[in-house]
């Protein structure tokens, strides 16, 4: 799959966008390199090529040609005699400077978070896949028609394809017996058996992988789940999730076993039970995941790798009953508008 | 000086003394107006109820929790609410009756020997565990006040009772015999209905699921394979929501067989509809109602609250319950507010000595000489097939559920 394929069709992710209430991708480049600039985050004389700078915000050529045109315009970037601008208002006294472009080289690291979502067209195209096919399973069984959903994001049949076989690995979608994709339903056993080869898999998984994972990348994960833990951070549903794929991530980050690895990351319908559960109804800080968490990182740092074990084993089993019942409650939620390309079945 | 200083010329604290709003949630079950309007006499308060069928009323508690202050529903939504996070754990020690509260809720049954029942019995739910989350082991800190309970079976008119039942034990299967030719009602909630039609079809087919309380995904799937053949054959007339609607079907003989409650029951019996509640076989779906306090409710509001669950297990609202056909958590205070012929007839399973009123005053709702379904108090609620249930595959369920009452 080439990226380009997908790159032709960015529309309907760009009105998702502004339906969504976020800034238009030309104008969120223009606010970040434009802040960038005044705050001197710039070497002077950089030369800004409208390629490298889509790449770094993971959108297309055209939003970046935009927001370079409005820059110029306001005489932060200059043309020079050579292809795209110059980080400089006074191009007669800098020397252009060629440098591969990264996000810290155009001043934006300083901001933390991206201004836009970075991720290449595909792999947000194929987030907005996943995340419709994951909430509908939650809400009945569901065939995801191929056709449709090439038409519905304006890419080639073999892209659809592509992605279908994508969600296939991570055990979202399956086939039945006439080749239909279908996605769910969501059953409390299926949840279970995810949970049970879990258990079965990441604590000793992490009992390999604990002494190699380097203890500097441990002490900020474990600052901010104390920080989650005494509610001084705000947290949310995207944040929670995220945190735990990140977390899960680390754990195996050293480990060896692709093959095993690769197991335990196709299950992970408890996650998308509570991303809906969260999604819906918000979190508090006195969830228990943050404190179930910190314990096994506490370990990991102590170098109590046993015991790290031992604690995501527990942290496992805590989880298994939370997401159970949590499963019941999503029953009284109503469904929500889903995509085209999702076929209800039963 | 103005009025409104005092002889030492202070103006005196300001005393807020606006009548507090309780803002209550639930069904048709509980909320009455006579209920609400005698609540208000007596504890000074303003109150609003807001009734709703039961799947409503369980979307409302879990997605808008700010819209109300008390949640009286039944027991199986604590399955809802509680991982919700909606609620705030109630004070025992402020419940004034609470130990007069019987062993039905706090431990499962009301004398030793009887059967548990499968599915969501009240008191696995009830005490709020250590870490937060309900369970069996007592503490004094409540999920859910109980309150109103009963034993639900059918209902069903006697004079279009098919010829090949007429010498029959009542069964459960009779609520999917194809000799009613169409006129069959269950209700719609996949708590509640769902399990109608399970007992029906375990009494009638050849389905045997492990733990009826408890279905799996297989043997839900079994179930709604049986029950879609039976619409496809037009056994079912409707699957209702409210009690409007299979009353005014029973009345009409458009149901002849259905799930039915007590206040459509009292009201079909008003209306001179010849109708009987079964006493199946197989044994009852119970269900046992309470009250939970919303999570934002504080101050002067949670006073009112409390005022309010107290005055619910105080007496008078249990007898009111009683002439409808529910049972208290406390029935001894509510003795004193039933005749004699009353307590025997719906606590005692005697014939009635004369006839009864129902719960607003509306007289001979039961015929001297009647004899309520199944025997008195400890034999109804004792004989428990299935509390009403909120499963492990609970959303699986209501999502076919919903697709069978649909196809």
């Known amino acids: 799959m080439t990226h380009g394929a997908l790159l032709l069709s960015s529309k309907s992710v760009q009105e998702s966008a502004r339906a969504a209430g976020r800034p238009l991708r030309y104008q969120a480049i223009y606010d970040a390199l434009g802040r960038a600039l005044r705050e001197g985050r710039v070497s002077p004389g950089l030369v800004l090529l409208e ?29 020079f005699d050579g292809r795209g601008f110059l980080a400089t208002d006074r191009p007669a006294h800098v020397p252009p400077r060629r440098e591969t472009l990264t996000a810290a080289r155009l001043g934006l690291a300083a901001d933390g978070a991206p201004v836009v979502d970075t991720r290449p067209t595909a792999e947000r195209i194929y987030a907005e896949v996943e995340h419709a096919v994951s909430t509908s ?14 038409q519905h994001f304006g890419v080639s049949r073999t892209v659809a394809r592509e992605m279908l076989a994508r969600l296939s690995h991570q055990g979202l979608i399956e086939k039945d017996g006439q080749s239909h994709w279908l996605a769910g339903p969501l059953t409390a056993k299926a949840v279970a058996d995810d949970y049970e080869i879990l258990r079965l898999m990441e604590p000793p998984a992490l009992r390999a992988a604990a002494p190699a994972i380097p203890r500097e990348t441990l002490r900020p994960v474990q600052q901010r789940l104390a920080q989650l833990i005494a509610g001084d951070v705000p947290v949310d549903a995207t944040i929670l999730t995220g945190l735990e794929r990140e977390l899960h991530a680390h754990y195996l980050s050293c480990y060896a076993n692709r093959k095993a690895a690769n197991m335990m990351a196709r299950s992970q319908l408890p996650r998308v039970v509570n991303r809906i559960f969260f999604d819906t109804l918000g979190v508090t800080c006195d969830e228990p995941f943050f404190v179930e968490h910190k314990l096994v990182i506490d370990h990991l740092l102590y170098g109590a790798y046993d015991a790290a074990a031992s604690s995501l084993l527990a942290h496992l089993d805590a989880a298994a009953a939370r997401t159970r019942r949590r499963l019941k409650v999503l029953s009284v939620f109503t469904e929500p508008a889903l995509p085209s390309y999702l076929v209800r079945t039963c | 000086m103005s009025e409104s200083t005092t002889a030492g010329g202070r103006t005196p604290p300001y005393v807020n003394r606006a009548r507090v709003t309780l803002r209550v949630l639930g069904t048709s079950v509980t909320l009455l107006d006579c209920i609400r309007d005698q609540a208000r006499r007596d504890l000074g308060i303003d109150l609003r109820f807001e009734v709703l069928d039961g799947v409503a009323a369980q979307r409302v508690g879990v997605l808008s929790p700010e819209t109300f202050d008390i949640y009286d529903q039944w027991f199986h939504n604590v399955d809802f609410v509680w991982p919700a996070a909606v609620m705030q754990p109630i004070d025992a020690q402020r419940i004034r009756y609470w130990p007069e509260v019987n062993a039905l809720p706090k431990t499962g049954r009301l004398v030793p020997h009887a059967a548990l029942g499968a599915g969501c019995n009240p008191v696995d739910r009830l005490y709020v565990q250590p870490d937060g989350t309900f369970g069996s082991r007592p503490s004094e800190r409540l999920t859910m006040l109980p309150v109103c309970h009963n034993a639900d079976s059918f209902g069903y008119r006697t004079d279009m009772l098919p010829s090949t039942l007429a010498d029959r034990r009542e069964s459960w299967a009779w609520l999917v015999d194809p000799s009613w030719s169409g006129r069959i009602s269950i209700q719609n909630d996949g708590a509640i209905g769902a399990l109608d039609a399970a007992l029906a079809i375990r009494a009638s087919d050849d389905w045997h699921p492990q733990d009826i309380g408890n279905l799996t995904v297989a043997e839900i799937d079994g179930l709604m394979e049986r029950l ?45 509809a010849p109708i009987r509640l079964a006493a199946p076989e197989e044994g009852y779906r119970a269900w046992y109602g309470g009250m939970s306090i919303a999570r934002h409710v504080t101050g002067r509001t949670l006073d009112a609250a409390y005022d309010y669950m107290n005055w619910w297990l105080s007496g008078w609202p249990g007898a009111i319950m009683a002439r409808q056909g529910y049972y208290i958590a406390n029935p ?48 109804r609620m004792s004989r428990i097939a299935v509390w009403n249930s909120v499963m492990d595959e609970h959303n699986y369920l209501v999502r076919r559920w919903h697709q069978m009452v649909g196809a």
């Not at chain 1, 390629?51 to 110029?72: C, D, M, N, W, Y």
């Not at chain 2, 039915?260 to 008003?270: I, K, N, T």
């Open chain 1, 137 to 150: 399973i939650a809400f009945g069984q569901f065939r995801v028609v191929e056709l449709s959903l090439s």
């Open chain 2, 228 to 272: 879609v053949a039976l619409k496809k054959k037009r056994c079912f007339s409707a699957f209702w929501d409210g009690d409007a609607e299979v009353t005014h079907g029973m009345a009409a003989g458009d149901i002849a067989i259905g799930s039915l409650w007590s206040p459509a029951l009292a009201e079909l019996r008003r209306l001179g």
């Open chain 1, 51 to 79: 390629g490298p700078v889509a790449r770094i915000f993971g959108t297309s050529r055209g939003p970046v040609r935009k927001a370079f045109e409005q820059l110029h315009r306001d005489g932060l970037i200059s043309r």
């Open chain 2, 332 to 379: 001894a205070r509510s003795r004193e507010h039933l005749s004699d012929a009353e307590w025997g007839y719906w606590y005692q399973g005697r014939p009635a000595a004369r006839d009864l009123p129902g719960p607003r005053g509306e007289p001979g709702l039961i015929r001297r000489g009647e004899v309520r379904d199944g025997g008195d108090y400890h034999a």
